[in-house]
């Protein structure tokens, strides 16, 4: 069980130990991270708090412009029925004068014609062409009052215009602002929430259980080298390490070496047997795995100074958790050949004489040779093909002239 995280070791399951899913296998101090946790939440009360207040912001803002910008609005609407209303007024008072200005000047044609028959005295003239010149006055005089209203009324207007406008502006950028500061706020949220969840995880990463069932053995502390101790209350483990192992007993795989010799001769795929020992129940295998490379004896495990080796994995198909136990040693047999009915004999057992072989098989309290040819061998039997038999007892040494102790069952 590689942890995720390091820290210090505060609690671990028992030694070889069965479990079963979701199990509790080892517990990492989370007092820092505990701290942390606390600080972030804080952090995620902050930020939450201020979206919380830039919205409240946002909304008074946008209220404010939207209020604003229905007054220019309506001020606009005031200002243009305002113009209206003064421009009809004046145009009536216009068309009044000019009415006014008509009767003055058909009066004033008149009273010329009549005085020039001598019909109306001059006075009478007089009086008409001064009326004439005052309803002219009084006329242009209003032509200028209409304009100054056309221009006066004009502007009002465009500035009310221009007030809504700029009303229109300050609700889109209100708008803008208020967009920007709440996704700025938003991605502070965001950030504090993803900080949380961060230390969230690594505070569950500091309890470890067991991802299936099957056997809990806890692992060496290699930082103690040379002490080489397992992992205990208080040590510190490291990212990636692994202080217990969970072993799945129903799979079980065998590792070995094979010397230069013999290594052609085993490949992947090959049947094979283990044993927990000599002479005890065998459980069937097959080779998995045949390294290319080879590699020199570890001393440390029992090899030979400078030999040569080669890492072979063997997958068993049957186990018996009762029996087969994880790092235990086993007898290894890998199925290199069959032989149907043959007859093997311990190797020790050959012997060459006059060059030719010769195994020794007790007779009546001596020994006699037989000559054998021989053919496949593993490292303790080797096929022979002659008069031996079936049950016949032979020497494992060049013999004495009467039948020793020695003498051993053949096969």
Known sequence: MRGEIGGILVDICLDNSPVEPGDFIYQLDMGELAEQREERVRGLADAQEGLNSEQDDAETRIAQAVGDADTAREDLGLAQERAQAERAKTHARVEYA?????RAERELTRSQRLAEINYIPGTKLRQAEKAYRRQQFELDQLYAEYGDVEMRTAEQVQSAETALALALHELETAGADARSH?????????????????????????????????????????????ERRPYRLGDRVESGDAPVTIYDLTKMQVRCQIGEMDISRVRRGQDAFVAPGKGEERYRGKVALVEELAKESNVWEGGTPGKRVFGVLVTLDETDPTRLRPGMTADLEVVLERLPETTLAPIRAVFVESGEQVIYRAVD???????????????????VDGGLRAGDRVALERPPARLGERAEEGR
Do not use: H, Y
């Not at 000019?98 to 008509?102: A, I, L, R």
């Not at 309290?365 to 096929?383: A, I, Q, W």
């Open 365 to 383: 309290g001596t020994f006699e040779g037989v000559p054998v040819s021989t053919g496949p061998r593993n490292d303790l039997f080797v096929e």
């Open 98 to 102: 000019q009415g006014q200005f008509v």
């Open 182 to 226: 709440m996704a700025d706020a938003r991605v502070r949220v965001a950030e504090a929430e993803r900080r949380l969840a961060d230390v969230e995880e690594k505070i569950a990463q500091c309890t470890v259980t067991a991802p299936a069932a099957g056997l809990a053995v806890i692992q060496t502390n290699s930082s103690n080298w040379p």
